[in-house]
């Protein structure tokens, strides 16, 4: 078998690899668990603070706690909450500024003495800024300058040498991401708003509402459900980039009552209905068709999609009314991926 791994200086073999690589993941897997066992009652108020600042807020680190300060501000910051990552060293030579009363400045640091923390620590301490440890212990430098301390408690290391930060860092991130899900329900943000901080990438687009991709105008098909389906057909077949399906609605308040698609039209002829041509659309069309409301976002419309194997979805208003459709296509070129494995 080749060797795959090093430990203690020699090479070892995948099956060997794979046991240690397993305990590295149960390691770290059993200290958040005894994380989520004795979580520090601090955890609420911060969270709480972090979703009504009125300030910025800091995060500052250094070495691999920095490295899980600067995850932390990111994943804040999606969430609406402006917070950002205050480098320690470069504090010390100006970056100090950026920091006012008002603010929250959340320091990382496992041990509580990191030297560059604490110079920091100490010298906002008289902004009348609010500082919160994020540290192993209550009873360390770090914890004694700070207003709140959330105790991560004191993790045994995933790494055979028990000297690099591995499972203190992973309960550290864990517990920040903890802050940051709590903090943003305390906010009550909405998947608009974070859709709004990502408008880029996947999952900005899958975030994104129906009514920026959606079909309209020229491009969609309404009819009368007393029009005749040759009435329709002869009236809307000039639309462009249309989509195959067209929208039924009731005569008097122009709400959606039903889909008649290019398959219907197929079936019609297929078995010798031709006189349903010259029939009203609404004896034809498929009833109460699923649809989606115009607030929603275009993940949801490739949920119903996919769900219902779909070809087009209408999308209709508040009141029931059509203002526009969704076609298959559009998404495929959109969110290629998605419908790879099942197509309508």
Avoid: W
């Avoid at 066992?37 to 920095?66: C, F, M, N, Q, W």
């Avoid at 603010?103 to 604490?118: R, W």
């Amino acid at each position: 078998m080749a060797p795959t791994a090093v430990a203690g200086g020699e090479l070892i073999d995948n099956t060997s690899a794979l046991a240690l690589a397993a305990e590295v993941l149960r390691t770290e897997a059993e200290a958040i668990l005894q994380l989520s066992e004795h979580l520090d009652h601090a955890i609420p108020t911060v969270a709480s603070r972090l979703a009504s600042t009125k300030g910025l807020v800091h995060i500052t680190g250094v070495g691999k706690a920095g490295l899980v300060g600067q995850k932390f501000a990111a994943t804040l910051a999606s969430f609406g909450i402006r917070a950002f990552f205050l480098h320690p060293v470069e504090a010390a030579h100006g970056d100090l500024g950026r920091v006012a009363a008002g603010d929250l400045v959340i320091a990382l640091s496992q041990s509580g003495e990191s030297e560059e923390v604490l110079r920091i620590a100490s010298a906002i301490r008289p902004l009348g800024v609010t500082i919160v440890a994020m540290t192993s212990l209550a009873t360390n430098p770090l914890a004694n300058l700070a207003d709140y301390t959330i105790r991560l408690g004191d993790a045994r290391e995933a790494c055979p040498l028990g000297l690099a930060p591995t499972t203190s860092t992973t309960v550290m991130m864990a517990c920040c991401d903890v802050l940051a899900i709590l903090a943003a329900s305390n906010k009550g943000v909405l998947p608009a708003d974070f859709a709004a901080n990502h408008p880029a990438g996947r999952l900005g687009r899958r975030l994104a509402g129906v009514d920026q991709i959606m079909r309209t105008g020229r491009h969609i098909r309404i009819a009368r459900k007393d029009e005749t389906v040759r009435e329709v057909l002869l009236r809307l077949g000039g639309a462009r980039r249309r989509s195959g399906a067209i929208m039924v609605v009731d005569e008097t308040q122009g709400m959606l009552r039903g889909i008649f698609t290019d398959s219907d039209l197929v079936r019609l002829l297929e078995r010798g209905r031709d006189q349903m041509l010259d029939r009203p659309i609404g004896e034809s069309m498929t009833v109460n068709p699923t649809k989606i409301s115009s607030s929603a976002t275009v993940a949801e419309a490739v949920d119903a999609l996919r769900a219902r194997k779909l070809s087009e979805l209408p999308v209709v208003d508040d009141l029931g009314r059509p203002v526009g459709m969704i076609d298959v296509t559009d998404l495929i070129g959109l969110l290629p991926g998605d419908f790879e494995e099942e197509l309508p």
